[in-house]
């Protein structure tokens, strides 16, 4: 079987999740990375035996990296000579600026949701229009929050129809060692409506979507709550079998010590997950509530490895390794170890 080679540039806190997860495909190639400075990533991956090729696209920082033990391979270019795909997971704006060099090289690449839309040919979701990007040059991510959100409303449109939806948005202020956001001890809104409900929409345009978005002073993930409009009315018991059927959505209880963000990240942690990843949203079903046919619930969403799935999903878009929307995410779940729970 002839493998898709890819390279993923940039490998930050997404960037090195994209290269752990294009690694376990078995149908991909991760031929290298590329970054441009000594960061803890590369201290880390260095320190692990140094498992992916390294390649610099600055010139001047290689002897930086290669004084402290890191080996360069080559240049960006060079890199890029050699690939079907690049998976860019750089800084908002440089994306847009390493567009240019993939136009050069002939290649397909997948921009991460920092880039704004007119980067690409689609604003791409593996599960909400993935034939969408059948083909396409350059496809973008959707955020985060936009992705794990789309999951949850597309799962419930296939399954029962959904007319619109207003969210809130509980939003992690940074990363982990995220310093430069400081030191805080506030909430802070933002304007109505959020970009992710805008985005929901762009997405998929048969839905209504508004919301309102608050910063929180924590780290671990992102809370969502969803008040949707369904096509028809429902009860508890047919929204839950209709999560629980999302290889991607993972069903949890209040009763069972799911308490919160920090409990899921906990939990993961405890799986033995690398970094304490989760690719799947964690949807509370204490949280599953009505008012009158509207249907309210919650969602938590791992920022820094939500979008790795529907990512990988993108390749598979653009490569056409599989025009079926259903047998290309099943194939990145298989390989990701995502199943029904």
Same mark, same amino acid.
């Given at each position: 079987? $002839? @493998?898709?080679?890819?390279?993923? #540039?940039?490998? /930050? ?5 994209? %290269? +752990? ?81 993939? $136009? @050069?090289?002939?290649?397909?690449? #997948?921009?991460? /949701? ?5 980067? %690409? +040919? ?220």
């Amino acid at each position: 079987m $002839k @493998k898709t080679k890819v390279a993923v #540039v940039g490998y /930050g806190t997404i960037g090195q999740r994209l %290269a +752990d997860g294009v690694k376990l495909q078995g149908d991909m190639e991760l031929v290298g990375i590329a970054d441009v400075a000594p960061t803890l990533a590369l201290r880390a991956l260095q320190e692990k035996g140094m498992p992916y090729d390294l390649y610099c696209p600055v010139p001047a920082n290689v002897p930086l990296l290669e004084a402290i033990g890191i080996p360069v391979k080559g240049t960006l270019e060079q890199l890029l000579s050699q690939v079907d795909v690049v998976l860019d997971a750089t800084s908002a704006g440089i994306g847009a600026k390493n567009k240019e060099l993939y $136009k @050069k090289y002939n290649l397909k690449a #997948v921009f991460q /949701g920092g880039e704004k839309n007119e980067v %690409a +040919d689609v604003f791409f979701h593996g599960y909400a229009n993935y034939e969408k990007g059948v083909g396409q040059q350059f496809l973008k991510l959707t955020s985060c929050n936009t992705t794990g959100l789309i999951r949850a409303i597309d799962c419930l449109d296939r399954a029962y129809g959904v007319a619109k939806v207003a969210i809130t948005i509980i939003r992690r202020v940074a990363d982990p060692g995220d310093y430069n956001r400081g030191l805080t001890n506030a909430l802070q809104m933002d304007k109505a409506p959020n970009h992710q409900a805008v985005d929901l929409m762009t997405i998929m345009p048969h839905v209504q979507a508004t919301g309102l978005l608050v910063h929180t002073p924590v780290t671990h993930g992102h809370i969502i709550t969803i008040l949707a409009t369904p096509k028809k009315k429902i009860n508890k018991e047919q929204a839950l079998a209709a999560f629980k059927q999302h290889p991607r959505i993972r069903v949890v209880r209040l009763a069972d010590g799911f308490l919160g963000n920090a409990s899921l990240f906990k939990y993961a942690r405890d799986l033995g997950n690398p970094r304490g990843d989760m690719y799947e949203i964690g949807l509370w079903d204490e949280s599953i509530t009505f008012s009158g046919d509207d249907i309210m619930f919650a969602i938590n969403i791992p920022q820094e490895s939500v979008t790795i799935p529907e990512t990988i999903d993108g390749i598979r878009a653009a490569m056409k390794m599989q025009t079926d929307r259903l047998e290309a995410v099943g194939e990145t779940n298989k390989y990701l170890g995502m199943k029904v729970r």
